[in-house]
């Protein structure tokens, strides 16, 4: 074609394209944290009111046996990725082993090739440096935070887009106001909106406008193990489902009011079963088990113009097909290119195909035990094989009445175990020999092993490198300030022989502005700390004394001795450090100790300057 020609042709094939993309639905994903498949009016919990969350089932579709995982980052690896979270490195929630492996391709990088606007708002927990990050993985904007738990409810310091800044009100309904704001400002091309919600994860928070109808109320359904039941925790959580709900309504009522509803994908889905005993619909289990009621999740999904309404499928299902299904539904290629575990699921959901064979196995699995689920049996991590529809609540096993079955499942999770784990299994022998070789890793969080793949330093397109206590080591006698390194700082930093220490491999050499996010008492105000790495260093003095009492507004609840109580860090510049490109320990020490303890330490930030 000639230089003219083709100049006359670009403008009607970009048409062309803008007015396909234009065709396309828009999708908004809503997923709730730690939220039970019995924590919803939908599935038959009369305590508690989600006529919100309940619209999108009436709406649409609802795939009635739908599985997730034990706990939240290997979800929402499998989520975004179609495929099972050990193949990518993914295998706990704190400490970076919640990152996954920059090989994958995300949901988000399918829809943005294809010409979408796409934004997450919340809780990310697969990553907090680049290219980790969000804005890495397919996502134009983001605003939340990146790790895994998060103790400031009411008035929280967010992130956006690398940036920490104060919000105000409470987190779910400030993250909701942010994918409004997206969905507004996207309105008239085709957009991806993700809203990982908070809620009802823990600390026990919610607006005083929620906590009253509930604060009094009597339990009146009760957990599969009722001595283990907390009913205050149970009201907060079913307070927190409630706030939840509204916001959703909140974001449907919007699509309704820039008349984007009829062609707006709906989804809404859970990470894993309830945080704590409550009712859960009589099954067996809780969140960090692979029991069904560990890792069964409602999953409510509507199109106005394609799905037909109120329909209840079956089959089982999981969050390894929402990335197929999703693509599939909008018509739109998949970016990846490795294998997925997943099943598109459109033409089911559409009214296109029949109902699958039984056939099906979806596997779940934490820290290595494994259980399987078919159409009609349960194999759980401890070999025994339950009849899901004679026995929904695993009551009593059926290995002498199913041999066969039991033989057959027990090769399956065998021969899954073998191929999955392979693709992590130098990675986690490699985290245990660092644990076991010196006992460090064991201090830093309560046997939570730092992961040994070293924290990316360095990107011009995103030069600031966030680097918070939970993802580094503490060594001698520093510690995390709970149990749990997610929104932990390091604490009892008192000895020249104590350091903070973060592996990291540096992308581009240059000069890094070093900022630290502290409090120091006054009496110890003034020691003399250095930051290393190969060989460079940067000395500074602690000045002034920010020592700020801790939050009293945040807890509806008291706050568990796991789950750190926090404060107001003020930053601290070091200075500018030199670094070369390369790998190696960043690494925190004290040379002069005038006080008791030299500072609480939440993070240290390095930004590489122009």
């Not at 919340?122 to 290219?131: A, F, L, T, V």
């Not at 026995?391 to 079955?405: F, G, H, L, S």
């Not at 090769?411 to 076991?436: D, G, H, I, T, Y």
Request: charged residues 25%; neutral net charge.
């Amino acid at each position: 074609m000639k230089p003219r020609s083709l100049l006359l042709v670009l403008p009607l094939l970009l048409l062309t394209a803008l007015s396909r993309a234009a065709d396309r639905p828009n999708v908004v994903i809503f997923l709730a944290d730690d939220a039970g498949w019995g924590d919803y009016s939908r599935n038959g919990n009369t305590q508690v009111r989600t006529p919100n969350i309940d619209s999108i089932a009436r709406g649409g579709a609802t795939l009635d046996r739908f599985y997730v995982s034990p706990v939240c980052s290997p979800t929402r690896a499998e989520f975004l990725t179609g495929r099972y979270h050990p193949r990518m490195g993914v295998y706990g929630t704190s400490a970076g082993q919640e990152r996954m492996s920059l090989e994958e391709k995300t949901v988000a990088e399918s829809f943005k090739a294809a010409g979408y606007a796409t934004g997450a708002f919340g809780k990310w927990h697969n990553g907090s440096q680049w290219p980790y990050h969000p804005r890495a993985r397919g996502f134009d904007d983001y605003y939340g935070y990146t790790s895994g738990h998060w103790g400031e409810y009411f008035d929280p310091l967010l992130e956006r887009d690398g940036k920490f800044e104060r919000a105000k009100g409470y987190i779910v309904d400030v993250l909701t106001d942010a994918a409004i704001s997206f969905i507004e400002k996207n309105r008239a091309r085709p957009f991806l909106c993700y809203v990982p919600f908070t809620t009802p994860h823990s600390p026990w928070g919610v607006p005083a406008s929620d906590w009253a109808r509930f604060k009094e109320m009597p339990i009146s359904q009760k957990s599969t193990l009722p001595g283990l039941e907390t009913p205050d925790e149970t009201r907060c959580a079913l307070a927190m489902m409630e706030n939840q709900d509204a916001n959703v309504g909140r974001v449907l009522a919007k699509l309704d009011a820039l008349g984007l509803a009829e062609n707006t994908i709906v989804i809404y889905f859970t990470d894993n079963g309830p945080n704590t005993w409550r009712w859960n619909g009589g099954m067996k289990g809780k969140k960090g088990g692979t029991d069904e009621g560990s890792v069964r999740s409602p999953f409510f999904i509507r199109w106005p113009t394609r799905i037909p309404q109120d329909r209840t499928l079956p089959e089982i299902s999981g969050a390894i097909d929402l990335l197929p299904t999703l693509t599939g539904l909008a018509g739109i290629p998949s970016v990846g290119t490795k294998p997925l575990d997943g099943r598109d699921l459109s033409a089911r959901l559409l009214g296109k195909a029949a109902e699958p064979g039984p056939d099906r196995m979806i596997f779940t699995t934490i820290n290595q035990n494994v259980s399987v689920r078919t159409q009609r049996y349960r194999l759980d991590a401890q070999g025994g094989l339950f009849d899901m529809v004679a026995d929904p609540a695993q009551t009593k096993a059926v290995n002498e009445a199913q041999p066969d079955e039991a033989a057959r499942l027990k090769a399956a999770v065998a021969s899954w175990r073998e191929e999955v784990f392979s693709s992590e299994s130098s990675l986690r022998q490699r985290a245990k020999a660092k644990a076991k070789g010196d006992g460090k890793t064991k201090a830093a969080g309560g046997g939570n092993a730092v992961d040994p793949r070293p924290i990316p330093v360095g990107y011009r397109e995103f030069p600031i490198t966030w680097l918070p206590a939970r993802d580094g080591e503490p060594r001698g006698a520093v510690r995390r300030s709970s149990n749990a390194p997610n929104s932990s700082y390091f604490v009892n930093w008192t000895t020249p022989a104590d350091t903070l220490t973060w592996e990291v491999d540096v992308h581009e050499a240059g000069n890094y502005a070093v900022d630290l996010e502290y409090t120091c008492a006054l009496p110890d105000a003034g020691s003399t700390i250095e930051l290393s790495l190969n060989g460079q260093r940067l000395t500074g003095k602690v000045a002034p004394e920010w020592d700020p009492p801790l939050y009293t507004n945040q807890d509806t609840l008291p706050r568990p001795p796991a789950e750190s109580k926090l404060k107001e860090f003020r930053k601290l510049n070091l200075g500018t450090l030199r670094l070369a490109a390369g790998r190696g320990p960043l690494t925190l020490r004290a040379l002069e100790i005038p006080g008791k303890e030299v500072i609480h330490l939440s993070s240290v930030t390095l930004t590489l300057l122009p």
